[in-house]
C-alpha cells in the first residue's frame, strides 16, 4: 500500500495519467471529484492508467493512436477531444490522427470519422498544431 492509503496500481496509473493528460488536466479532475465518483475515479485511475496505459508492449504514441480510432469509432466527442489535446504529451502528430479516422472511415463508417476530423481539427487549431 502507498503511504497515501492508495494501492502501488493506483499510484502507478496517477504517474501515467499525469504523463499523457498533463498535471493541470489530471488536478482538475481530481478537484472536481466528489463522493459520488471517488470509486469511478479510482477504477480508471487503476484500470485504464495502471493497467492499461501501463502495460510495456505498445508506446504511448501507439495507445494513443488506438484509443483515437475507438473513441471516434464510438463517437465519444469529449473523450476524443481530450486525447487529441493528449497527443502533445504522447507523441502522436496530426499525420497519426488522420491516418487512424480514415480506418475508422473504413471500418467504423464516414460519419463517424467527419465528426472526429471536425474535432480534431477545432482541438490541433487550439493547440497551434494545425491551421
Not at 88 to 96: I, L, V
Amino acid at each position: 500500500m502507498a503511504e497515501n492509503g492508495k494501492n502501488e496500481r493506483y499510484e502507478k496509473g496517477m504517474l501515467t495519467r499525469r504523463q499523457v493528460l498533463g498535471d493541470s488536466y489530471v488536478d482538475r479532475a481530481v478537484a472536481n471529484t466528489t463522493p459520488f465518483d471517488t470509486d469511478f475515479q479510482t477504477f480508471i485511475t487503476e484500470g485504464a492508467w495502471g493497467s492499461l496505459w501501463s502495460r510495456p508492449h505498445f508506446s504511448k504514441r501507439e495507445r494513443s493512436i488506438v484509443t483515437l480510432a475507438l473513441l471516434a469509432a464510438l463517437g465519444h466527442e469529449e473523450e476524443f477531444a481530450m486525447h487529441v489535446n493528449a497527443t502533445q504529451n504522447t507523441g502522436a502528430t496530426a499525420q497519426d490522427i488522420l491516418e487512424a479516422l480514415m480506418h475508422v472511415a473504413v471500418y467504423a463508417g464516414v460519419p463517424s470519422a467527419n465528426s472526429a476530423i471536425k474535432i480534431a481539427k477545432r482541438e490541433l487549431q487550439k493547440l497551434g498544431v494545425q491551421k
